[in-house]
């Protein structure tokens, strides 16, 4: 097993009475696999996946549980070692490229980022895998976009450039949280295929986080179903959406729009 979560349990101390945002969520991902973790806005589904990334470090915050990736506990990790993790076995794919892209650097910087701090390389080294992942990741004319700024792509291209960047170090573990959601239905289904396309030829796991319930039938192995911080209903992603146990996961699938022809 790559990733197990036990008992998770996140809250904020900064009003008069805590508040509980994830609470005792269990969860576990093995290698190679795509588990999605869906629910609406506040449901604690980017809270758990922060968790794993090491990203929850704020003063007013209580972490609690244990959180077992490749058999080393996360939560109880000193900085050095988990930002040896960070962006080398461990990466993610933030919902808003354009806010999480540096506008006054070049992307091809920018995607050897994880190379620069991981790994003894040179700069021609750098440069070849930057490009090569610029290539996998489907963008056209690669050596073009390595030269580019963000503001110079289109927000498909740039999100693109945000999974290639994610990618480069080839992690064991890729998290994306709502990674589709800035784009166009079109892209979107790109961007979809193009994740599918890495997890099989590369076997890394994905944990792909949603609200759309739709993305993560298209996408996933297992489900994850989440309401105010706690897990509602968990299990493979067809025995989910064929047979809902739980009355708030049927609701969700009820709202998927459906499209007659």
């Not at 070049?106 to 610029?134: C, N, P, T, Y």
């Not at 759309?212 to 039938?217: A, F, G, V």
Request: hydrophobic content about 40%; overall charge negative.
């Amino acid at each position: 097993m790559l990733l197990e979560i036990k008992d998770l349990t996140i809250e904020f101390h900064d009003h008069s009475l805590p508040e509980t945002v994830v609470e005792e969520v269990d969860i576990c991902l093995d290698e190679g696999e795509i588990l999605g973790i869906v629910g609406e806005s506040g449901s604690g589904k980017s809270m758990t996946a922060l968790a794993v990334a090491g990203l929850l470090n704020r003063k007013d915050m209580e972490k609690r549980g244990e959180i077992f990736f490749d058999g080393k506990e996360l939560l109880s990790m000193n900085r050095k070692d988990l930002r040896s993790l960070q962006g080398n076995d461990i990466s993610v794919i933030f919902q808003e490229p354009m806010t999480a892209l540096n506008p006054t650097m070049k992307i091809g910087k920018q995607v050897e980022e994880s190379l620069r701090i991981h790994f003894d390389m040179s700069k021609e080294e750098r440069r070849k895998l930057a490009i090569s992942w610029l290539d996998k990741v489907e963008l056209p004319d690669p050596e073009r976009v390595y030269e580019s700024y963000p503001h110079e792509l289109s927000g498909g291209m740039r999100q693109r450039v945000m999974i290639a960047a994610a990618m480069v170090s080839e992690p064991k573990l890729l998290i994306a949280d709502e990674p589709t959601t800035a784009l166009d239905v079109t892209v979107q289904a790109q961007i979809i295929k193009l994740l599918k396309k890495l997890n099989e030829d590369k076997k890394i796991a994905i944990m792909f986080i949603s609200h759309d319930l739709s993305l993560i039938r298209q996408i996933c192995d297992r489900v994850v179903v989440m309401q105010d911080g706690k897990i509602v209903e968990q299990g493979k992603c067809r025995d989910i959406f064929e047979c809902p146990k739980e009355d708030y996961t049927k609701r969700l699938i009820e709202a998927i729009p459906k499209v007659e022809l």
